[in-house]
């Protein structure tokens, strides 16, 4: 039967696509999510499993897009009680937006369960395979735990390219280093992104395309720091999907220009909201003595001095920094509140010793995984568990499957997993691991 497999799933097997990239982390919650809109599909118990086939495709077809090592799969399971306790309001406004309940013959309650038990089946099937690390952390916002593993998987692998799937933008906080790309993909209208610093920015709206000289000063000489930008615009701003109400009357014209002033002085970021105000307080000096030329990039004067010169911006700047200056004011508790809702560097430092000993022992023990099993008894459990769910009635995705875990088991690391079961006899797997491994290389030179 695996000769079949091998023979077949190669067909399927998109060898342009390759890349340099290593280490993949995919937000399962959010890709999760955009699929609940999809038709259920039910095998013969009546079991919808119709979520659980879309999403494993997605991470084949994303595998195929990005050619990892290894994926972190990382799912929302309960509430950030931290988070919550900062405000109690936070994610309220979100009822699994945009998903047509009422389309699919289904109240939304059904929506919620549907959700839930197909996430569960997900983290049992991908814990079955050694090179996925699943985490279904309680308690702790997904985006966080992404957030702390990717900076500690590029800490311990400084070589390797990390990059996480999802369209969620406050990832773009994570791009300082060149290694960590966002990918953004799209199958329905086939839109493949690959977000770095400088699309971010532009994203974010921080600045835009005729701002050209800021823009490559940012990015070139300053290499300014998002992780130490983001969060203290965004606070001013707010974010709508998670009902992070932003400061009256300021808008992202105001936050634009305050981010081409922190540019144009060469701040790469701020590592307090402290820091932050005593930035404000300075800008506030300058316009009051009307010292515009007190810069060291010569270069951007001119630029410097447009900003200064709009009014609208200097008497909202005038009374924003009155407000955060006075800590018992309504805008700085806002802020205040705003900016712990979306730092990633903050939520990080408030992680619990429990829940990171959690993470470090999910990376460990799959580590271990593939030394103490074969390969054979690992992909036998896989397919026991294809079968239970009917999957592999679906003749093409079954193949496609299967090779997409024997590429992923098989990879450069682990080339000395060489047998598997056929029927009773047993194949040598060692010349297809030789041919995958070749064909890695000839694209990665």
Same mark, same amino acid.
């Given at each position: 039967?695996?000769?079949?497999?091998?023979?077949?799933?190669?067909?399927?097997?998109?060898?342009?696509?390759?890349?340099?990239?290593?280490?993949?982390?995919?937000?399962?919650?959010?890709?999760?999510?955009?699929?609940?809109?999809?038709?259920?599909?039910?095998?013969?118990?009546?079991?919808?499993?119709?979520?659980?086939?879309?999403?494993?495709?997605?991470?084949?077809?994303?595998?195929?897009?990005?050619?990892?090592?290894?994926?972190?799969?990382?799912?929302?399971?309960?509430?950030?009680?931290?988070?919550?306790?900062?405000?109690?309001?936070?994610?309220?406004?979100?009822?699994?937006?945009?998903?047509?309940?009422?389309?699919?013959?289904?109240?939304?309650?059904?929506?919620?369960?549907?959700?839930?038990?197909?996430?569960?089946?997900?983290?049992?099937?991908?814990?079955?395979?050694?090179?996925?690390?699943?985490?279904?952390?309680?308690?702790?916002?997904?985006?966080?735990?992404?957030?702390?593993?990717?900076?500690?998987?590029?800490?311990?692998?400084?070589?390797?390219?990390?990059?996480?799937?999802?369209?969620?933008?406050?990832?773009?906080?994570?791009?300082?280093?060149?290694?960590?790309?966002?990918?953004?993909?799209?199958?329905?209208?086939?839109?493949?992104?690959?977000?770095?610093?400088?699309?971010?920015?532009?994203?974010?709206?921080?600045?835009?395309?005729?701002?050209?000289?800021?823009?490559?000063?940012?990015?070139?000489?300053?290499?300014?720091?998002?992780?130490?930008?983001?969060?203290?615009?965004?606070?001013?701003?707010?974010?709508?999907?998670?009902?992070?109400?932003?400061?009256?009357?300021?808008?992202?014209?105001?936050?634009?220009?305050?981010?081409?002033?922190?540019?144009?002085?060469?701040?790469?970021?701020? /590592?307090?909201?402290?820091? #932050?105000? =005593?930035?404000? $307080? *300075?800008?506030?000096? +300058? %316009?009051?003595?009307?010292?515009?030329? &007190?810069?060291?990039?010569?270069?951007?004067?001119?630029?410097?001095?447009?900003?200064?010169?709009?009014?609208?911006?200097? /008497?909202?700047?005038?009374? #924003?920094? =009155?407000?955060? $200056? *006075?800590?018992?004011? +309504? %805008?700085?508790?806002?802020?205040?509140? &705003?900016?712990?809702?979306?730092?990633?560097?903050?939520?990080?430092?408030?992680?619990?010793?429990?829940?990171?000993?959690?993470?470090?022992?999910?990376?460990?023990? =799959?580590?271990?995984?593939?030394?103490?099993?074969? %390969?054979?008894?690992?992909?036998?459990?896989?397919?026991?568990?294809?079968?239970?769910?009917?999957?592999?009635?679906?003749?093409?995705?079954?193949?496609?499957?299967?090779?997409?875990?024997?590429?992923?088991?098989?990879?450069?690391?682990?080339?000395?997993?060489?047998?598997?079961?056929?029927?009773?006899?047993?194949?040598?797997?060692?010349?297809?691991?030789?041919?995958?491994?070749?064909?890695?290389?000839?694209?990665?030179?």
């Amino acid at each position: 039967m695996y000769l079949d497999i091998l023979g077949k799933s190669l067909k399927f097997y998109n060898y342009e696509t390759m890349t340099r990239s290593s280490i993949l982390i995919i937000d399962g919650t959010n890709h999760l999510n955009r699929l609940l809109n999809s038709k259920p599909i039910y095998n013969s118990e009546f079991k919808e499993v119709g979520l659980v086939y879309r999403f494993i495709k997605f991470v084949v077809d994303v595998y195929n897009i990005t050619i990892p090592d290894e994926i972190h799969l990382v799912f929302d399971v309960g509430r950030d009680l931290k988070k919550k306790k900062i405000f109690e309001l936070y994610k309220s406004n979100r009822v699994l937006s945009g998903i047509k309940s009422e389309a699919l013959g289904l109240l939304p309650e059904e929506m919620h369960r549907r959700l839930r038990e197909s996430r569960d089946v997900l983290i049992k099937f991908f814990n079955l395979i050694p090179n996925v690390f699943v985490y279904p952390i309680l308690a702790v916002e997904g985006d966080t735990i992404i957030a702390y593993i990717t900076k500690l998987l590029l800490n311990n692998e400084s070589n390797s390219e990390v990059i996480i799937c999802s369209n969620d933008k406050d990832f773009y906080q994570l791009l300082d280093s060149d290694n960590i790309k966002i990918l953004r993909y799209y199958k329905k209208q086939n839109e493949i992104t690959f977000i770095d610093k400088r699309k971010a920015i532009l994203d974010l709206g921080f600045l835009n395309e005729t701002d050209g000289k800021i823009l490559d000063y940012s990015l070139n000489q300053l290499k300014v720091s998002l992780s130490k930008s983001i969060p203290y615009y965004k606070a001013i701003i707010g974010d709508e999907t998670d009902y992070i109400i932003g400061i009256k009357d300021l808008g992202l014209s105001f936050v634009r220009n305050l981010f081409k002033i922190q540019v144009i002085k060469g701040i790469q970021g701020f /590592n307090s909201i402290d820091e #932050f105000i =005593k930035f404000l $307080n *300075d800008l506030h000096k +300058n %316009v009051s003595e009307k010292r515009f030329n &007190n810069i060291d990039n010569t270069n951007l004067i001119k630029e410097y001095n447009e900003v200064l010169s709009n009014k609208r911006f200097v /008497n909202k700047l005038i009374q #924003f920094v =009155k407000q955060m $200056n *006075d800590k018992s004011s +309504n %805008v700085y508790k806002q802020f205040e509140i &705003n900016y712990k809702l979306i730092s990633f560097d903050y939520a990080i430092s408030e992680l619990s010793s429990v829940v990171i000993s959690d993470i470090h022992s999910i990376i460990k023990s =799959k580590k271990e995984l593939l030394e103490k099993k074969e %390969v054979s008894e690992i992909i036998n459990k896989i397919e026991e568990y294809i079968y239970e769910l009917e999957l592999d009635s679906i003749e093409e995705f079954y193949y496609e499957l299967i090779n997409f875990i024997i590429l992923l088991i098989s990879n450069k690391k682990n080339s000395e997993l060489v047998k598997i079961n056929v029927s009773n006899n047993k194949i040598n797997l060692s010349n297809w691991i030789k041919i995958i491994d070749y064909i890695k290389r000839q694209r990665l030179s």
